[in-house]
């Protein structure tokens, strides 16, 4: 997830493009930079971290000139630097892009076979080199991004500029959000509507497949395909805080709102349908190391500890190899044995948490492989792993982890049929029914985020005073219920225990009365019986039963005070859906009772300490 800006009008570009970077901020700050028409042609400025860095450069160099584009850059693909932040240039073209180009390897190896050279990692750089290899041929700059975009595979929001036409910007789109506004005298682009309303509230939203050409006095917008397009503006009323949260009340509900968009950049380029397989040419284990390895130890901490139990029991089943999940604290405290043969999987959303990095530098030193999978390109842990693989969730503003944890999930499980695959362990027909399972997870959970929410609003009124809760689930329900405790927790300041369900004779059980509510996640999979027959052990203690069961499961409905429904999935896919009405749970007692829900008290959202 980046933010792209642009301006053509009759007043100066920087300050604009500035100002609405700042409001984009928090789609991505790895890097930043701008281009501009100046009398001299297109001049950049770029500059890594945060953006003020991109303003002291500004400052030094200046930009005049009332054409430009802007970028605020959360990296994809090659580290957080200079030479990879945008605008990216090839010939007289500039260009900004959010997105993420799944065709990028085989457009780069055709384009470096031509004669072309990259001077970048990233895949934004080859768009660049497509429009200038299609101006050559004498195409105007609308034309050539046309006949380029042919080429692309992938999500885009990109706007570009040309020296040839100085007074002009395009813009196309597709997956990827795109916005223009249209004042007196000035024409803008955006990702979104904040980094506009301070200069106007008429604004036009870009479908996918759509491209326009900005000018001061307005735009003209097409089809890819030349087919000529008319829309009118719509008056946006948003206050910009509104605008920030995209009308959410917090930052944690708009990002447990972006988990479908979340999971598809994650699979995007990912999911090899053809072959019912995992393509991860990033990852750089080969097929060999991939038969090699002997045990693997799934290191984490807070909510990601989580994500690495599902990711263990996907790893043994899937791929059988032998797995176990530790805390990293713990691991690091101890003398673990470990060496080669093992490979390390750590999984951090920030890539920086201090007992997650030390703990897999123990093990490498020890001659363990590492594999990182962080949220944050270029962080400290994949830096110091052998390989790397990346969620693309976008960065999460919210303390408690929701987006980032859904596509850890989504890693865990590709890189499980990504080995069982190497392995032998996984036929084709066990590897079609995950890899189409997985791309259709995304909509399963759009299609019912909205009615879950308003069911959960609706039972959280009826138990917002409990005192504890307990959430229980077996198999890849376990980690989800311990989970729900922890989201609880955190933003709430709930007492709540995640158990499995079967080790609640043993202790919970006792705290059992009607006061409690017991959250119990019961998808259709092979414990269901068993986690039936837990639940009415529950109910004979008076607990109030919450269920999380399947669409139209009325034998686990019937056994319910309250119910959610979730989809139906293949049962290795149910923590997807589950643990999605946790998160709501959560959330809602959290707004009623009016914590800060996005800042929780004594939380951070990256812990560099010890
Ligand atoms: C903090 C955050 C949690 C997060 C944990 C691990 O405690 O508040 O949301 O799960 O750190 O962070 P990491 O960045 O390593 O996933």
Redesign the pocket.
Known sequence: MCGIVGHVGDQQATPVLLDGLRRLEYRGYDSAGVAVHSRKGIEIVRAVGKLRNLESALLKDGLPGTVGIGHTRWATHGRPSEVNAHPHVAGPIAVVHNGIIENHSALRNELEASGYSMSSETDTEIIAHLIHRETKSGLDMLSAIRRALSFVEGAYAIAVLSEEEPDRIVVAKNASPLVLGVSKGATYCASDIPALLPYTNEMVFLEDGEIALLEATGFTLSKLDGTPLTRRTRKISWSPVMAEKAGYKHFMLKEIFEQPRALEDTLRGRLDRERADIATPEIGLSDDDAKRIKRIILL??????HATIAGRYWLEELAKVPAITEL?SEFRGRDAVVGEGDLVIA???????LD?LMAAKAAKERGAMVLAI???NGSA?PRMADGSFYTHAGPEIG???TK??MA?LANLLMFSIWLGRRRGTIDDAQATELVEGLARIPNQIAERLRETHLMVTDIVRDFSDARDVLFLGRGLSYPMALEGA?KLK?VSYVHAEGYAAGEMKHGPIALLDAHVPVVVLMPQDRHYDRVSSNMQEARAREAKIIGVTTEGDKHAQALCDRFVEVAKTHEALSPFVTVVPLQLYAYCVADHKGTDVDQPRN?????TVE
């Open positions: 984490a901490c807070g909510t990601s500890h990293a999984v951090s959303q920030s890539g920086e948490t997650t962080a949220n944050v842990i303390v408690a982890s980032c944890f850890q922890l955190e939380l951070a959202k990256t812990v």
